[in-house]
């Protein structure tokens, strides 16, 4: 994270000449501002324009905020692959239509849709279930 750096007022006066750490400066603290460095000034309330939100905005922000429900993008589940027991590696990725919801005992029902990436393993020749996460 890009530390904020206090820039005096005579570093910045109209006799003062304009200097490549004055620029990196600048640029580092709004940078600063961004990344939330807890030194950095905190862009208050009243700064945000909240009259002209974009529906792509608001979608950005309630993906963040909104409860998708079972089954949504960024949601958990157990699950167990349909049919096989070739093994799951951390990170693989499986259509829904391949899984269905599982217990502890590897019970199943239910396909979830989208696209799910493996959070566990598991070993093959075994019908075991593992943790995944929706990503699309």
Not at 79 to 89: D, E, H, N, Q
């Amino acid at each position: 994270m890009t530390t904020h750096v206090t820039i005096p007022n005579g570093d910045i006066d109209q006799d003062s000449p304009v200097t490549q750490p004055l620029l990196t400066s600048l640029r580092d603290n709004l940078y600063a501002v961004i990344e939330g460095d807890v030194t950095a000034p905190k862009i208050q309330d009243a700064a945000l324009d909240a009259g002209t939100a974009t529906a792509a905005g608001l979608a950005w922000v309630a993906k963040r905020v909104i409860d998708p429900g079972a089954g949504g993008v960024g949601t958990y589940a157990f699950c167990k692959t349909v049919s096989g027991t070739a093994a799951i590696t951390l990170g693989q990725t499986l259509a829904g239509s391949s899984l269905q919801y599982a217990d502890s005992n590897a019970a199943g029902s239910g396909s979830p849709s989208g696209t799910w990436r493996a959070m566990g393993i598991r070993a093959s020749g075994i019908t075991a279930a593992t943790l995944f996460q929706r990503i699309s």
